[in-house]
DNA sequence: ACTCGCGGGACATCCCGTTTAT
DNA sequence: ATAAACGGGATGTCCCGCGAGT
């Protein structure tokens, strides 16, 4: 059920996201919200950012270990956004944008939001670092990557339109390669 | 008062920009927002997030008259962003990007967002082809340019760091000295 | 432009006729309406149902001098109002009857329905005092004959079938014809 | 608190029975309304009229099967009608004219009332024939009875006069009188 | 005389969190 | 622990009437 709200987030953003949504898309009983989420609304949709997070960077994780390198990383995760689009008419983006977008000044979702993508940077990086790269450029070239991504996710959302993602994918590839030639 | 619209869009999203903290925010009277405004609330935020979009074009247009070339727009446009983020107390985002997470299924918003994209986009791919790059190329660089920094001003929004922001302009720079010394 | 203003009595009611709609179906100016009417939508309606009630009552008064009989104008004004609706695809009810659901208390508009409906009264009363009727008892069937056909452009409109118009106007002839045997 | 938006549609329309005036006369809480009439307003009034329509209608039905005749039920449906309009200072007239007047379009509103109005001709028009009329006939007569009495309802709101009301009354049972001699 | 902008108010809708019964 | 009802709040939309500017 927390994947309903994964889903709906995806798709309508935080505010979208209504209680009434979430227990009409995941057929959970109305009162046990409380219960389960003492904490209201903004439990629930901490609960599945973080959980749509964990998910992407333990995929991430897997391909890491796979040792498809950064480029694959990268690759992977072009794909994977462009696919949840596609699936969705592209109404469905990324749960983390939506969430950062949403959430304002302190709020824990912000830092869910960030950490989430701290946990993704963090697996490219390391593999950028065993790829050869100094710590602070694999930092820089990781945030750049989820960065692009991100952005670029927007951009064929509001487009209708994957090539932005495409676009984007095959420029990343370009500047690991030639980082991968200087280092 | 289209002004105040899109300040607040920028740091309170869509559906935080309600109209009384318009009203309140720009000093408008409250009975004046129809006859200005026949279309409602989407028409305010359209005409706001129109105008952000031009006011950024029409800065970048400059600049490339300017002869700054792609490098100088980049960094531009990462400095311009990061010092609204900085100036906000880091709550001041992308207008365009709030628009664009908060605009669902064929909304005219998603329109506009796209198109103020598509603007910047423009700009910046019409200077690379004068630098020498491929139709092709330039129009993939660009979206990458505009993608990778409209991620990282989300990353820097929610990490309350202005890093990401420098991080991907560095990067973006790096990405553009490469393809310009291969083309 | 009281015209418009009676049109849209009959189709949508006194709440459901703005100033905004009367002036886009008038194409009257849009600051005049302070100048015309000072006393605001209720002179305006007020100017409207008399205009349709007046209008009506001297078809009526023609129908008289012309000798139809009180039967012919009972038919007569069947006719009329069952055309109205044919031709509005039952929306169009009687004015009158409009102002009169949604007027209250002591509204002027309440007594200016009044009026109208006085003024129907009074001339097929005479009429029937012509043919021979008790002068109370005139007014009784004369009561009677615009009550039910008033009530059954009610019946009409929710059904959206002119029948109920056709059967209250043979009843109300057969009741005419059967006082005019008895008188 | 249906009883409640019933009092208060025959008083003042659809359109002056809002939720305030409701809640504040049958002391409901506010917040409970979405959940009880999830489909607002309209399933609000759409209950308030069924309700009496169907009130009124089971008070005819039990006064057929007391066998008090066609003659009989307009007596007391005049009544009815007349005893409310004194009672409420002549405020309030038929709820399902008000429903009537202000229900526009394909509204199932306006099935409601027409479903209302079709239920009382029932009683009445299977009484007329058990009283040996034919039945297309007594389809008629009822139609006759209910239309007058409504449209003498309105007539006696708007003069603040219960006059219209008997002398329709008086008038329909002489109508049904003469048809009984007949038939 | 007409237009435009102002000013306030009312209304219907929706949402969220809590509390009380089963 | 699940369900229903409660309670208040905020938002967007619409409408009406009044003055200043041309």
Redesign the pocket.
Known sequence: MVRSAAVLLRRNGV???????VLADSG?????????????????VLAAVSAAGTDIASRLRRLASDGVGASGIVAALCEYFADGLQRSDFRAGCPVAAVAQEAFDADPLRDAAAAALEDWLDVLTSVLVDEGHAEQDAGDIATTCVAAIEGSIMMARVRRDRRPLDAVGRQLLSLLSVHGLQG
């Open positions: 505010r979208g996201t209504s209680f009434a949504r959970a009983p109305r009162g046990s919200v409380t219960h389960h989420f003492p904490g209201g609304k903004d439990e629930l």
